[in-house]
Each structure stands twice: as C-alpha cells, then as structure tokens.
C-alpha cells in the first residue's frame, strides 16, 4: 500500500499517494445541518474515510494524525460540522498526497545511532464523547520516535529517520500543563524504550531477562520536551517538591530512567548511553501539529528533508 523509492544516493522516500487518492469523500445531504446528528449511513461513511486517514497517517503521514485522532473521537455521533472536517481533512490529504517521509543517507551508523523522542502535549484543548455526551478540557498528547545521530543531544541541526508516531487523547483529565506534558513524554519514552529494544536484539546485543537495563546500555535515548518545567525536574540532581502525588510518582519514574544505572543513582547524565532530556524552543516542537490544529511548517520541511531543525 506504500510506495518506496530509493535515490542513487541511496536515500528512500516512502508516499502512499495511491492509497491516499483511493479514499472517497463523504456524501451527505443538502439539507443537513451543521449541529445535526448524520444518519446511521452517514456516520457509517464518516467512519470509513476516517479510518483510511489513520491508515495513511500511521504509515507516512504525521500531519494527519491530530485531525485523525480527532474525527476518531466524535465518528460515532457525527454531526454536519463533523462531516465537513471530514471531507477537509481527506482534501488536504488528497492535495498533499505526494508527500511522505524522506530518509537521509549518510548521517549515521547501525553501530553509533540513537533513540530519539520529541513528545508534547496541548493542555484542555480537546473533548471525548463519554456515552452519549462529549466532556470538554481534556488534553493531547503526541509524540515521534526517530533514530538519530549521536551528538543531536547538542546540535542545531540533525539527520533523523521517523519511525514511529501518535496522537491521542490523554484519557486521564489533567490538571496542569506539566501535568499533560509528562503523560506525553511517559508515553512517548515508553514507545523509544521498546524500539530502543527492538534494534538492541537485531544487533545480537539484548538480554532478553533484563532487557531494558541491557538496551540501555548499547543504545542512548534521548527525549526531546519544550516544556521548561518538565526539563528542570529531569534534570535536577535532587527530586524537587511536586505537590500532588500522582505527579510526583510519575516523575521519580521517568527521573529514575535517567539517573539510575544499574539499580544505582549516578551523580551525571552519561550521554554515550541511557537516557539523557534536551530542551528544545517551541518553535522547533516536530511533535506539535500532533497535539493540536496548527500549520506543520517545521514538520512539513523536517519530512522533506530528512533534517531536524532545532534553531528557534
């Protein structure tokens, strides 16, 4: 379903323009309003063209995946208003159907590459249908797991290779940007870890009865937050004070991932291996478009080019 073409220079560019031009639009009554509910084959269309969305989006498309996620959330109880983001969002797929992921040749090896995730979030900007009514002032999260060279823990600029992404729905109810924005990075680290694993093992490396600890010491990860807050907890060689518990229980777990070795706490960051945070501006945020409906300028270009930008 994806079309994979590989330069003499040996870089790739995957598209799934023919998939993408295969999807039809919705086709709704004149009559219908925009506050009215669709009919049971209305929302049965909605359903279909949204899926085929997710479809190009998982594989190639990033920049799909908010407005994704979000016709995900209301497809059962479709509305006119809702019919049309529909058929605005498989447009803009369709006018943009060329577009794809492209993989730079040349940054890195199999032997010195790292781990790389950019997660964010947008703080109750979004709502869910929660039985037959929608609940609004929830957040999104959104992240992308890339490989990437080594020394991008200090560069302006960064070969990187996508491979994997997401946007959704932060199920629990947040009460504080940091809140949101470490649910991001828990999810998005908890996707690296694994990948991070994954390589580890084709590499012959992986010790299958410890295998985080044994991953992380062959591979580094590092995680990529525009939140200064967040980054000024991870980094801190003291646990600072957090007032609500559940909070403070999940930033102890991402803090010990960072500076613990071995079941021991170290006094620095190793950048060679592990799990080391960068704070980036968030005008370079690639995961941004993924937690709310913006333009993707900086992704856009980042998917072209192969190349992160990191330069406010």
Known sequence: ??????????????????????????????????????????????????????????????????????????????????????????????????????????????????????????FANDKVLIGDDYEGDRSQQGYINVLCEPDIINAQEAVIHPISWSSTTIVRACRSTLVAETFSMIKGTKAGTRLRAAVVDCMGKLDLKNWEESAAKVMGHVWFTDCDSL?????????????????????????????????????????????????????????DPLTKAMKSDRLDACLKTGVFDMKP
């Not at 109880?77 to 730079?104: P, R």
């Not at 609500?244 to 010990?256: F, T």
């Open 231 to 287: 980054y000024e907890h991870l980094v801190s060689g003291k646990m600072n004070p957090i007032e609500n518990k559940r909070l403070r229980i999940d930033m102890m777990a991402l803090r010990q991932q960072i500076w613990e070795r071995g079941g021991e706490r170290t006094g620095t960051v190793d950048h060679s291996c592990g799990d080391y945070p960068r704070w980036i501006d968030t005008s370079t945020m690639l995961a």
């Open 1 to 122: 379903g994806k079309e994979v073409i590989q330069d003499e220079d040996y870089g790739i560019t995957v598209t799934a323009k023919d998939n993408t031009e295969k999807i039809r639009p919705v086709q709704v009554r004149q009559e219908l309003k925009h506050t009215e509910t669709c009919s049971p084959k209305e929302i049965t269309a909605v359903r279909s063209v949204v899926a085929s969305l997710a479809w190009v989006a998982r594989q190639v498309r990033p920049t799909l995946s908010y407005r994704v996620s979000r016709l995900q959330t209301v497809a059962g109880k479709a509305t006119g208003k809702d019919v049309k983001e529909t058929n605005e969002a498989l447009q803009y797929a369709l006018d943009t159907s060329t577009e794809g992921i492209y993989f730079k040749p040349g940054a890195f090896t199999w032997e010195n590459m790292v781990i790389g995730t950019i997660a964010d979030a947008s």
